[in-house]
């Protein structure tokens, strides 16, 4: 009489599926925190950068800010000017900080460090993402100095823990954002010089092209359009929402969420794809 076959022991292989789908993220986001710390350290060595950008968000609050309240030219809806112009100057702010952060992956190439990152196994996505971080760590401390001049002006700020964190995550999308754009810029031009000046021609009409210091209402039709594709128009937006109280999104608080995470995400891969150029 036959023996019934006995079943077989599942193989080494199908036990260890979970641990594999698991370890690939795990191990990028690894990749991501190790360049997001190493960049953040370099904080430590120049302490008194943090407080340099505070001068640029002093002036807009104490001096444009308080001479446009008085002239009560520009209509603002239920919102005294400071108030209304306090979330654009965060995010000028973040966009100072951010679009010219690619200048450190000049000199990275100049030193040799890029060369190490590039004949590592570390995705290149991954390098991106954790120097996109680094950058959204460093606008964190314009969030606070902001917050501190807007409250020391009497804005009436929203501290419901939900929109604190929202304001959160909108300073690191936006300073990810327009820090990957930055990189793109300097693998493109290689050199301090042209990245200056090119950064510099960015920097202005991102910031007069938005509703930073003026409501879409008040521009031109051609420009309105302009200021619909500027992604510092929705990251207004959505900090205006969030950070005031009584505040309320003009395009829809999801939409500014939805438009700065989708052109991150295109950003980085754009970025992955170019950034091993720096070095040819």
Known sequence: MATPPTPAAPSNAAASTPPRLFAAPARYARTVYAIAAMETRKLRHDPTELLTRAVQPMLWLLVFGQVFARSRAIPTGN???????????????VLFVAIFY?????????????HKFLVSPAPRTALVLGKAISAGVRALSQMAIVYLLALAL????????????????????????FSTFSLIIACIVKTRERFMGIGQVLTMPLFFASNAIY???????????FARANPLTYEVDGLRSLMLAGGASALGLVRDFAVLGVMLALLVLAAGW???????
Do not use: N
């Open 102 to 114: 690619g200048i450190s992956i000049i000199w990275e190439r100049d030193l040799g460090i890029v």
């Open 79 to 93: 919102l005294d000017y400071v108030a209304f112009l306090a979330p654009g100057v965060l995010a000028q702010s």
């Open 274 to 280: 170019i950034y091993p150029r720096i070095v040819t």
């Open 154 to 177: 009497g804005v009436r700020l929203d501290w419901r823990p939900a929109s604190v964190l929202g304001v959160i995550a909108l300073v690191l999308l936006g300073a990810a954002l």
């Open 215 to 225: 409501p879409m209402l008040m521009m031109p039709g051609w420009l309105r359009w």
